[in-house]
């Protein structure tokens, strides 16, 4: 019966100092990886500026050919693509993410305009192309 009485205890002790181990090397793999997203961050600033410069150039090719659902497509995508890196870019040059969000908003809301509003679209993507040539720049 005596013996009894200490196997809860044991079990909890073991169970505790089981548990602290493991949190050490947690705290290791979160410091990796926040170092990998740091990293990636970097890079992905100038890489989804490029990306984005293609999709401009392609809205461009759609003004062109007065393609409203091709455009609108083209408007979505550049969101999408800007959404996976503005907050490394608001994080590292707060003017320069206004200089793109300006433009860039001004082609979400004209490419779900019918009629195309040409020579808007086309200014506010020259605008945008301008600025992402900074934004790829940024270290």
Do not use: R
Request: net charge negative; charged share 35%.
């Amino acid at each position: 019966m005596q013996s009894k009485k200490y196997v809860f205890p044991i079990i909890i002790a073991a169970s505790m100092a089981l548990s602290a181990c493991g949190t050490n090397d947690e705290q290791t793999k979160t410091d990796d990886n926040t170092q990998t997203e740091e990293t990636t961050s970097q890079t992905s600033i100038a890489d989804g500026a490029k990306e984005m410069k293609a999709e401009v150039a392609d809205l461009k090719v759609q003004l062109e050919a007065n393609d409203t659902k091709k455009a609108e497509a083209n408007g979505e995508n550049l969101e999408e693509i800007w959404e996976s890196f503005e907050d490394a870019v608001k994080e590292k040059d707060a003017d320069l993410y206004e200089q793109v969000e300006t433009p860039l908003h001004i082609i979400e809301a004209g490419v779900k305009i019918d009629p195309l509003d040409v020579d808007t679209l086309n200014k506010a993507a020259d605008d945008l192309d301008s600025v992402l040539s900074d934004v790829e720049k940024i270290k």
